[in-house]
């Protein structure tokens, strides 16, 4: 079973508006994280949560996390154009010093 | 910033040829990873290394793969005999505290085609 899952799987939407994704996972966790990825390009690390925060912003995003349903969404507001990438979230596990579990990442494209 | 550096950018080969894919990993790094990504999937983890050991490995590593770190600054990654369902994007990760604590720096990967 996959550890993350992320919602909606591509999304379409048009420069200045926000974006909001969203990640379910199955396990506890330490921390979760998220990655943006270019097409064909490595992943570059965006933010990471810890279980016991609740929201952290970064610049334009945001991220909320709620353990209690094991889920946690990335906004960004105000979009760009060249916020257009595919993005992760990824998990650790407890006791997961050795191991970053990704999701199924969400399509972003952001039309000018 | 510090880059974690990967050769090379792209990979051709037959099926059952050997492959090894190389990474340089931010220097002061202790924990290094690889993982894989079939194109336009989810990106899945293979195996961490610490301390000159693996230290997780999942269940895609199988007998057919390998990791070294031959010197201080290298990180490969072996497949003994390539199979079809081997290409894939393959990305070196490195970090300073382990995947627990802090961020995962990736490299810009590998394309392996087995043909």
């Known amino acids: 079973s996959q550890q993350g899952e992320e919602d909606p799987q591509a999304l379409s939407i048009q420069e200045g508006e926000n974006a909001t994704m969203n990640c379910s996972y199955k396990?506890?966790?330490?921390?979760l994280q998220w990655y943006r990825q270019n097409s064909g390009r490595g992943l570059v690390h965006l933010i990471l949560i810890r279980s016991n925060e609740r929201e952290k912003h970064s610049g334009r995003l945001r991220v909320t996390l709620d353990t209690s349903k094991k889920s946690s969404s990335l906004l960004i507001t105000a979009s760009r154009a060249a916020d257009t990438a595919s993005y992760f979230c990824?998990?650790?596990?407890?006791?997961?010093?050795?191991?970053?579990?990704f999701g199924t990442g969400t399509r972003l494209q952001v039309f000018p | 910033e510090p880059e974690v550096t990967q050769t090379p950018s792209h990979q051709v080969t037959q099926m059952g040829q050997e492959v090894i894919l190389r990474c340089v990993p931010i220097s002061n790094h202790l924990y290094f990873y690889w993982y894989r990504q079939i194109l336009g999937q989810k990106v899945e983890f293979l195996v961490s290394f610490y301390n000159n050991e693996i230290s997780e490995k999942s269940e895609i590593f199988d007998d057919q793969f390998s990791v070294e770190r031959p010197d201080g600054s290298n990180f490969t990654l072996k497949i003994r005999s390539t199979k079809l369902e081997d290409s894939a994007m393959y990305f070196c990760a490195s970090s300073d505290t382990g995947a627990g604590n802090e961020k995962l720096f990736f490299g810009s990967g590998t394309q392996l085609s087995v043909l």
């Open positions: 396990t506890s966790i330490n921390n």
């Open positions: 990824a998990t650790d596990l407890p006791l997961g010093r050795y191991k970053l579990i």
